[in-house]
C-alpha cells in the first residue's frame, strides 16, 4: 500500500507542477513560483531561484502528505469512495491553509488575487483526485 501513496504523491505531485507551471506561463499568475516557494523557510531560503531544486523539495512534500495521508486512511477504515472524498477534501484543505504563505514572499502572488487563490485551488484539487486514484482498499 505505501508504495501505492509514495508513487501516488510523486505522480501527483509532478502532474499538479506542471498544472501550475502553465496556467503560470499562460496567465503570468505566480502560482507555480508559491507552489515551490520556500522563501519562508530560513535554512531553505538560500534555494530560492533554484527551480530544480525546489521542484524536489515540492515533490518531497507530496510523497510525505501522500504516504501520511495513505497511512491515516488506513488506521480509519473508510470506503474506497469516503476515502477519495476525505483524499480530494485534505488536498484542499491543504490548498487553503498554505496560500497565506505568499504574503512571506515578494516573488508570489498578493493575498488578495482571487484568480491566483482560485487556479492555486484548482491545482490542490488535481492532486487530490489523482492521489485518490491511487487509493486501494485492501480486502
Known amino acids: 500500500m505505501k508504495w501505492r501513496a509514495f508513487i501516488g504523491g510523486i ?3 509532478i502532474i499538479m507542477s506542471v498544472f501550475l507551471k502553465v496556467i503560470e506561463e499562460l496567465t503570468h499568475l505566480r502560482v507555480y513560483t508559491l507552489l515551490l516557494n520556500v522563501d519562508y523557510i530560513p535554512l531553505l531560503k538560500r534555494v530560492t531561484s533554484n527551480e530544480p531544486l525546489e521542484l524536489i523539495l515540492h515533490l518531497i512534500v507530496a510523497v510525505i502528505v501522500s504516504v501520511g495521508w495513505f497511512v491515516v486512511l488506513q488506521k480509519i477504515n473508510l470506503t474506497k469512495q469516503k476515502s477519495r472524498i476525505s483524499t480530494i477534501m485534505m488536498a484542499m484543505c491543504i490548498g487553503l491553509l498554505l496560500y497565506p504563505s505568499t504574503i512571506m514572499s515578494e516573488r508570489t502572488p498578493s493575498l488578495s488575487s482571487f484568480p491566483s487563490l482560485g487556479f492555486w485551488l484548482l491545482g490542490h484539487l ?14
Do not use: H, T
Not at 126 to 139: A, C, M, T
Open 11 to 13: 505522480i501527483s505531485g
Open 126 to 139: 488535481v492532486f487530490g483526485i489523482l492521489l485518490s486514484l491511487f487509493y486501494k482498499r485492501d480486502k
